[in-house]
Nanobody, 121 residues
Framework: QVQLVESGGGLVQSGGSLRLSCAAS????????LGWHRQAPGQERELVAS??????????AYADSVKGRFTISKDNAKNTVYLQMNNLKPEDTAVYYC????????????WGQGTQVTVSS
């Protein structure tokens, strides 16, 4: 089991910045993926940014819509992943979820409770 606790959401004006944090239980370097997804009202949940192909590899995937504005990073000692969001736009408004994937005998997915990000125009 992996527990994920997000923090850092809030209300910000267009062009502003926020940093989200996701603290994971246990060593994040053992995970196969760790990152951020988001879901806006009436829309499907989508990938925002994630470490992929094992967190220890450092490989990262970004959604095209956030490239150049958002940066994912991690602190291995704190077992925490961050999402720095700059130049926020109203279309970034969504609930942001932390997701972890651990592959052992099966693929196990874990989600945090979500944190609301609202960008006003």
């Amino acid at each position: 089991q992996v527990q994920l606790v997000e923090s850092g959401g809030g209300l910000v004006q267009s062009g502003g910045s926020l940093r989200l944090s996701c603290a994971a239980s246990g060593n994040i370097l053992r995970l196969n993926a760790l990152g951020w997804h988001r879901q806006a009202p009436g829309q499907e949940r989508e990938l925002v940014a994630s470490f992929i192909s094992s967190v220890s590899s450092g490989n990262i995937a970004y959604a095209d819509s956030v490239k150049g504005r958002f940066t994912i990073s991690k602190d291995n000692a704190k077992n925490t992943v961050y999402l720095q969001m700059n130049n926020l736009k109203p279309e970034d408004t969504a609930v942001y979820y932390c997701k972890a994937v651990e592959v052992r005998l099966a693929v196990n997915e874990y989600w945090g409770q979500g944190t609301q990000v609202t960008v006003s125009s």
